[in-house]
T-cell receptor, first 110, second 110 residues
Framework: GQQVMQIPQYQHVQEGEDFTTYCNSS?????IQWYKQRPGGHPVFLIQ?????EVKKQKRLTFQFGEAKKNSSLHITATQTTDVGTYFC??????????FGKGTKLSVKP | NAGVTQTPKFQVLKTGQSMTLQCAQD?????MSWYRQDPGMGLRLIHY???????DQGEVPNGYNVSRSTTEDFPLRLLSAAPSQTSVYFC?????????FGPGTRLTVL
């Protein structure tokens, strides 16, 4: 079946360092979404990318969707302690449902 | 608006017991879904509904039943709980592409 792989599983950074998580799909995606889940919380929608090669920015967060629409990345510049949490990508495949990656857990040392 | 609400927040069951996890939303969203979240496994879709009276299976439907008699409510039933169903359960709803998640139910099956 369709799979969405996400790496790394964990990332520990010093506050102020950059962070990137990568998402890869076994099939072409119609779109990809990113969610953030704070410790003990629920996933919260961040953004959706639809177009091939699309790049979107939200303050210190940069989201990219690959040209082949099979991969995506989330880059955080100059991490802050408020960025702590697990970041999930979710791809929408041919059947229309979202397939979530396993997430990247980010910890930030002050 | 309360958004997506889930009850109970915590539940402990014995193997073989049955129970219903409640989910309600007041945003008039047509699409609702149930996910389970296990450590290192991300979010896996159990069942979903595209509107009242319509339900369908997701990635991991075995052991769970759902119904959708109203737009607002989407309960998840465990007919005979098993230890493998120990997990955190999230309900989500959406009108377009953004999914709104409830706060979750943490279920332990002994």
């Amino acid at each position: 079946g369709q799979q969405v792989m996400q790496i790394p599983q964990y990332q520990h950074v010093q506050e102020g360092e950059d962070f990137t998580t990568y998402c890869n799909s076994s099939t072409t995606l119609s779109n990809i979404q990113w969610y953030k889940q704070r410790p003990g919380g629920h996933p919260v929608f961040l953004i959706q990318l639809v177009k091939s090669g699309e790049v979107k920015k939200q303050k210190r967060l940069t989201f990219q969707f690959g040209e082949a629409k099979k991969n995506s990345s989330l880059h955080i510049t100059a991490t802050q302690t408020t960025d702590v949490g697990t970041y999930f990508c979710a791809g929408r495949g041919s059947q229309g449902n979202l397939i979530f990656g396993k997430g990247t857990k980010l910890s930030v040392k002050p | 608006n309360a958004g997506v609400t889930q009850t109970p927040k915590f539940q402990v069951l014995k193997t073989g017991q049955s129970m219903t996890l409640q989910c309600a939303q007041d945003m008039n969203h047509e699409y609702m879904s149930w996910y389970r979240q296990d450590p290192g496994m991300g979010l896996r879709l159990i069942h979903y509904s595209v509107g009242a009276g319509i339900t369908d299976q997701g990635e991991v439907p075995n052991g769970y039943n759902v119904s959708r008699s109203t737009t607002e409510d989407f309960p998840l039933r465990l007919l005979s709980a098993a230890p493998s169903q120990t997990s955190v359960y999230f309900c989500a709803s959406s009108l377009g592409y953004e999914q709104f998640f409830g706060p979750g139910t943490r279920l332990t099956v002994l």
